[in-house]
Each structure stands twice: as structure tokens, then as C-alpha cells.
């Protein structure tokens, strides 16, 4: 009853072996947050996705550049 069951892990990673995004992929978003460095924040099912140049609120199309363990880095599509 109290072991550890990844499944309701509410943090990313539980129990999983990848993100839910690849690099080259294009999604359209709404920028959620901004980071320390300025950089917009973007989540994907619940995984965090930093875009450089974007602002809280702002409506843009990103391409995933390159991907880590528990967050990605994007940029916007001009």
C-alpha cells in the first residue's frame, strides 16, 4: 500500500524513460512563465521547455533544439 509506484509520481521522470517531445519537433504554445535568465517557459505535459526570446504570454510556434533528463530548450519559428 505505501511502496513506491512511480505511476503517481507527480514529478516528470516517474517511471519514465523519455520526454514527450524530440528535437526538430514544432509545437504551437503560450508562453506560461519566464525563467531566472529570461528566457520564456513552456509546459508539455508537464514537462518544461525553455524558449529563448519568448515572453509571458506570448503566442508562438516553437522547434524543440535540444533535450535533457527533466527540461528541453527551444526556439520560436520565424
Known amino acids: 500500500m505505501f511502496g513506491n509506484n512511480n505511476d ?6 516517474g ?16 508562453i506560461e512563465d519566464v525563467g531566472r535568465d529570461g528566457d520564456g517557459i513552456v509546459r508539455i505535459e508537464g514537462f ?17 533544439n535540444s533535450t ?3 527540461f528541453a530548450f527551444a526556439g520560436i519559428v520565424e
Open 8 to 13: 503517481r509520481d507527480n514529478s516528470y521522470g
Open 15 to 30: 517511471g519514465r524513460n523519455s520526454a514527450p517531445i524530440n528535437v526538430g519537433e514544432e509545437h504551437d504554445v503560450k
Open 48 to 64: 518544461v521547455i525553455f524558449v529563448k526570446g519568448a515572453k509571458v504570454d506570448d503566442e508562438v510556434k516553437i522547434r524543440i
Open 68 to 70: 535533457r533528463r527533466n
